[in-house]
């Protein structure tokens, strides 16, 4: 089968671009996830590891949002040392900080706050209308699987989708892992993981990486 007439198993970070496309505003690679699940071939397969990440996500935003509130509530608060912030995520918020740090307080908090709602929002109207098939609840994920992929990819998450995707293809038809993911599942990488100790025993699905992709 070409590409075109194989399911489609998404990654979380197609969603997530998806979600966040804004007409003639979004970069490349978030236009293209966009058009992605717009023409959409065949059925989309998520997995619970991905909805429960994009949950995580949405908690994640309003965590981002507080800080950014306080940092404009007091300008010396440092949001490098702050304990509900991880590291990589710092950057960001400092940005978001300086995007916003003109805007009245009473102001921004209306804009983050109607902000979570659209995303929550598309993420629940993705979930009904667009997700065809749910599979793997997260306590069927083998927990040996996860730990060989993690001695490669460090990002759990990630760990718990690529399992997922590998159980779920184990007696089906050959279906397309799609994502946007440059570091992990680059296309050498992903042949890497392939004959990588026990996961030389598994079917891998096609990988579709957007961001390698014309």
């Not at 970070?13 to 505003?25: G, H, L, P, S, T």
């Not at 965590?63 to 306080?70: D, F, R, T």
């Amino acid at each position: 089968k070409s590409s075109m007439n194989k399911n489609s198993f998404l990654d979380t970070n197609v969603i997530i671009n998806f979600v966040n496309y804004q007409k003639d505003k979004s970069d490349e690679i978030t236009t293209k996830c966009y058009s992605y699940i717009v023409n959409k071939q065949e059925k989309f397969i998520v997995c619970y590891a991905v909805m429960r990440e994009l949950s995580n996500i949405m908690t994640k935003l309003s965590v981002i949002h507080k800080e950014v509130l306080k940092k404009i509530d007091n300008e010396s608060y440092s949001l490098a040392d702050s304990k509900n912030l991880s590291k990589k995520d710092v950057p960001f918020v400092e940005k978001l900080y300086l995007v916003h740090k003109g805007v009245n307080e009473r102001r921004l908090k209306e804009i983050f706050s109607s902000e979570r709602d659209i995303f929550e929002i598309e993420i629940e109207r993705f979930l009904k209308n667009k997700a065809d098939i749910k599979v793997i609840s997260t306590d069927e994920i083998k927990v040996e699987l996860v730990n060989v992929i993690r001695e490669i990819i460090e990002n759990y998450a990630d760990c718990q989708i690529l399992a997922s995707a590998l159980q779920y293809q184990k007696d089906k038809e050959l279906f397309l892992f799609v994502t946007a993911d440059k570091k992990d599942l680059n296309p050498n990488n992903y042949d890497y993981l392939k004959d990588y100790g026990i996961l030389k025993d598994y079917k891998f699905p096609e990988l579709h990486n957007l961001l390698f992709i014309n």
